[in-house]
């Protein structure tokens, strides 16, 4: 029968109906955005700390829940996917049932077909802008600029969430776009090892078999994520590797020696300073022994573009931890990533 009821609830993209530890975010995030379900401007948001803080969960938590009292066009977008003001743009037009021509406009011109739908609406849409700061990397923040003073160039509102790991990102935008946010900015603190402790309770519930779970098993990966910055992702994949160990053993319940092996799995050791998609270059790369073609990396992404995996290497390159170089093979030429 194996240890797990549902191992799907360990996964990354699991997102929890309670969050401990963040009930005053998740207050501070409502309250802030609350106005634009009744057609009135909301409180711009710059939320920033490490990785595995909750912050993109807290988020997604308070947008579900406005969902299903209100019919408001809410749309997030993940900026390493979408990372230029016309690819942001062209999401919120589709968003707002404005598709775009085959043919393309430009930027200013798609920002005036939004600007006329949010009108007809009279609609006050949010946006959510996760890993907010690769937009600033590449000079392409105007879109901020756009819609925080959308309501006095042009008489409509935006909500608008900056989701970042990097708090200094914000200290480096423009006078004009950083005071918007003034108002607005929630740090999400690194987890305790209580609230740690309790997160992995309330997954271990629903993800494991009846007592397959002891709490000394929690203890441990409670333990080990807090020595590591007090992330919880570290936390639930520890948790995860334990079970998958304890099923390799056919066994019922998970054991101290199943955590002591997980917690050496490289998987576990997330570097900081990386987004979550870097992270998962790293591990991958380890996983391989430090190298791979892109061709063998692309393959650790499904779901993802092509195009999100070439920013993670290039921003990993641009961190100096990761080599790229040029290889011949017979069916052309190819990258090889490896780690420094």
Known sequence: MGVFSDESVLSPEFLPEDLPGRDAELHAIADALRPALTGRRPVPLFIYGKTGTGKTSSVKNVIREFKEHADAVMLYVNCWQNYTRQSVLSELSTALGEPLPRRGLASDEIFSRIIEAVRQKHAVPILVLDEADRLFVGGEERILYDLTRATENYGVSFGIVCISNDFAAFSRLDDRIRSAFLGGKI?????TPIELREILQQRARKAFQHNACPAEVIGMCAAHASKKGGDARVAIEALWLAGRNAEKRDASSITANDVKIALKSEHVEQAQGVSEGEAKVIVALKAAGGSLTSG???KHFSGAS????????????????????????????SRVIELR
């Open 306 to 333: 092509a195009r999100s995996v070439r920013n993670y290497v290039q921003s990993l390159e641009a961190k100096r931890m990761i080599t790229i170089k040029e290889i011949a093979l017979k069916q052309g030429r």
């Open 187 to 191: 740090e999400f603190k690194p987890y």
């Open 296 to 298: 063998e990396l692309y």
